[in-house]
């Protein structure tokens, strides 16, 4: 079971930023990616059915041999990871938005946090934020449209400019310290976000700790591949390859599957 891949999905290409640092980490790990783009997004769909989507993804990937889930989706995780872990016997990890390090570091009192709408509306979400935030001033906003547009290959477009710049306006005139990124595609947009946000201004991704945390379980339940074989990093997905391509770079075994 050791040697076999680890899986992780996401509502489309977002994910693939998680992935990136899963492979960085675990350079020897077996990977498989479903980017379910095809669904895209997630955000406004209500629980039932990112779950349902989430349960197709999953069994896709268990179908594949994998031995663990990464649900590279905050919006999946939020909404379907609980329902997962009970149904399934491999371990899940999840991604959620890092509300915890930038409450506990905010210097002026004020953090933002940019999300889908499914994460900010579910009950896990207000539940960290009730813990760890209830005594700062939180300004959420819904990053509408973005997945759409980082989706169809609009990264760097003037739209996608004009959209950052009206969520992050009530976030700046809050005077935040702290940008909390609660999307697995909001990591691509950091080039963009530097430049539109003051100097001051930290931003934050539970990228790397997802990484960590995935090391820290396989090597819990002795699943790290200790084998010296080459490794095998297989990217599916339902949309366009060619937006895959352009955020992982070419030279990478994508595959078009209809799932
Ligand atoms: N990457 C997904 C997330 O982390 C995007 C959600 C969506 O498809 O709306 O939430």
Known sequence: MSNNPIGIFDSGVGGTSIWKEIHGLLPYEDTIYLSDSINAPYGPKGTEKIKELSIK??????????????????????????????TYDVPFIGIEPAIKPAALNTKTNAIGILATKGTLSSALFSETSDRFASHIKVIEREGKGIVELIENGRLYSDTMRALLLEYLQPMLNANIDHLVLGCTHYPYLIPILLELLPNHVKIIDSGEAVARQTKAVLEKNNLLNLSAEAINLKFYTNGSIDVMYSLLGKGFDVKHLNF
Do not use: F, Q, S
Request: charged share 15%; proline share 0%; glycine share 4%.
């Open 57 to 86: 993804n999953t069994e896709l990937l268990l179908k594949k041999g994998c031995k663990i889930i990464v649900v590279a989706c905050n919006t999946a995780t939020t909404n379907a990871i609980a329902y997962l872990r009970n």
